[in-house]
């Protein structure tokens, strides 16, 4: 079994793949301030008739002996992640004006291979 820190790559680096499968356009990974981290910005063009700017947080788990993955994207967390969103779009103003906080969750067995990864929209604290 991987480290966290591996497991977290390992993890994003599958979310970035499944979004761009789902229409989605990354723009940057890992983005930090002062008021946190926020894992993947990406644009949904199929969202709308407008393009969505959207933030994204990725949970990998091996096992649920912590619980599933969704249940680790705590109300601080969310806080965390759109006050970081707003920080984001103040440095990138040509960016799309309609926001969304979505959420990569993804399982893994013990052989190391997906066995559930799905995108959860619009998380709400």
Known sequence: ?????????LGEELACDFLKKN??????????SKFGEIDIVALDPSASSEQVLV???VKTRWNKSFGSPEEAITPWKI??????????KLLHSQTPE???LDAVVIEMNKEGKVSRMEIIKNLTS
């Not at 079994?1 to 790559?9: K, Y």
């Open 98 to 100: 309609l926001l969304r």
């Open 79 to 88: 806080r965390s992640i759109i006050k970081t969103g707003q920080y984001f």
């Open 23 to 32: 229409g989605y356009q990354i723009l940057t990974q890992n983005f930090r």
């Open 55 to 57: 933030f994204v947080e």
């Open 1 to 9: 079994m991987p480290a966290t820190r591996d497991l977290g790559i």
